[in-house]
């Protein structure tokens, strides 16, 4: 840290302990440094999609991961997936963000699709395909039960026509998740943006102020016809659908919100290591050690839960609870490091040319989006009322 011209990501390594093995770690940071972190001040204040990033990053295999060797990907357990999302978003969240709704749409697919589907669409993960997660509706918002678009059979397959609004990646995704209701109730369907009868549109309230991956675009479906097999799972089980995919994006969602604050974090220790005020460092003054070992502490405590979580995803064990958890606290501390940060940094942390607005603006928007700090608190609050009832059961 000597010097103080050095970007923290060339150090951070040696100050965050390595959660998957080292040479895997290696050639990920090496990428994220060549094809993310150049990028990423110019993704967020153009607020475009990272498309470049993005397609690099398929070519190096960190997009189909999780997927079987047969479909291009490494069968790699979800560790791996939480550090390629954690240093991601180490240099942007936008990237992050927009590995989450690919990560979204292979896991889909890849439980609850067809053979024919999984063979024409998971391979194409691998070579950059860009998707996007297209749930939510504005008369519904958060209520996926019941849904305005709706999904027509027909003899070849399925008819579909509706608005889905507000949605993530939409800009520049190539393929698309898309909710609709048929008459046995809320399905899952794969459509392709090319589609005759698929267009989007720019509202104005389609920007957001953090996780800035391109303007969030209403996706219109009219009269869109699709095979058969672009039904993702069983027809009116796409809410169970949609909930199990939720659980997984969430677990990766918590190692997004670690990278921003091991970011403003590092940042703001690389600034208070070369500060001199009142003839001393920065970080000499017992106060904002004081400052740092909080945030340390709770940085390394909501990145163990994360990988906690995935691991409990590798072991399909309690998966909603500790993807809850894992999104609910790390969020919580991303923001607040992110605060503090600011605060060590002075008069230079408010500027425009220091990153932590930016980490401040995508730890924010990172406690409401993917899943709200209060829809988290709901899930774990059912877990434990389940637990309670079989206290009761068992006390009979």
Not at 7 to 18: E, G, N, V
Not at 36 to 44: G, K, S, T, Y
Not at 64 to 69: C, Y
Not at 121 to 143: K, R, W
């Amino acid at each position: 840290m000597s010097n103080p011209d050095v970007l923290p990501h060339a150090w951070s390594r040696t100050l965050w302990r390595d959660l998957v093995d080292g040479d895997f770690l290696d050639g990920l940071r090496d990428a994220v440094a060549q094809d993310v972190l150049p990028f990423a001040d110019e993704i967020d204040r153009q607020d475009i999609y990272p498309v470049e990033s993005i397609k690099r990053l398929a070519r190096k295999g960190y997009t189909a991961l999780t997927l079987a060797e047969k479909w291009g990907g490494q069968d790699a357990s979800f560790l791996r997936c939480a550090a390629v999302f954690e240093e991601a978003s180490y240099a942007s969240a936008a990237v992050g963000i927009s590995l989450i709704t690919i990560l979204q749409a292979q896991t889909l697919i890849k439980l609850f699709g067809t053979a024919s589907l999984q063979e024409k669409v998971l391979p194409q993960f691998g070579e950059g395909l860009i998707t996007s997660y297209a749930l939510t509706e504005a008369n519904h918002g958060s209520d996926i039960r019941s849904l305005d678009t709706k999904a027509l059979k027909t003899p070849t397959g399925w008819r579909l026509n509706g608005r889905k609004s507000f949605i993530t990646s939409g800009s520049a995704a190539e393929a698309y998740i898309v909710l609709a209701e048929t008459s046995a109730g809320v399905s899952t369907f794969f459509v392709r943006h090319d589609m005759p009868g698929i267009s989007n549109e720019t509202g104005p309230n389609a920007s957001t102020f953090g996780l800035r991956n391109g303007p969030h675009v209403d996706l219109i479906l009219d009269d869109v016809e699709l095979p058969d097999d672009h039904l993702i799972g069983i027809e009116g089980k796409g809410v169970r659908n949609a909930v199990t995919t939720l659980d997984f994006s969430r677990t990766v969602a918590g190692a997004i919100s670690i990278g921003i604050a091991r970011a403003a974090f590092d940042r703001a220790l690389a600034f208070a290591s070369n500060r001199l005020a009142f003839d001393k460092h920065v970080i000499d003054f017992q106060g904002i050690q004081w400052y740092f070992a909080d945030m340390m502490a709770e940085i390394d405590a909501a990145r163990l839960l994360v990988y906690e979580a995935c691991g409990a995803l590798d072991r399909h064990e309690e998966i909603a609870r500790y993807s809850s958890e894992a999104k609910l606290l790390a969020s919580r501390v991303a923001t607040r490091t992110a605060e503090q940060a600011i605060q060590i940094c002075g008069a230079y942390g408010v500027t425009e040319s220091a990153p932590f607005g930016r980490y401040l603006r995508d730890a924010k928007a990172y406690e409401i989006a993917g899943g709200s700090s209060e829809i988290l608190k709901n899930t774990i609050g059912r877990h434990l009322s389940k637990f309670g009832e079989s206290l009761r059961i068992a006390q009979k």
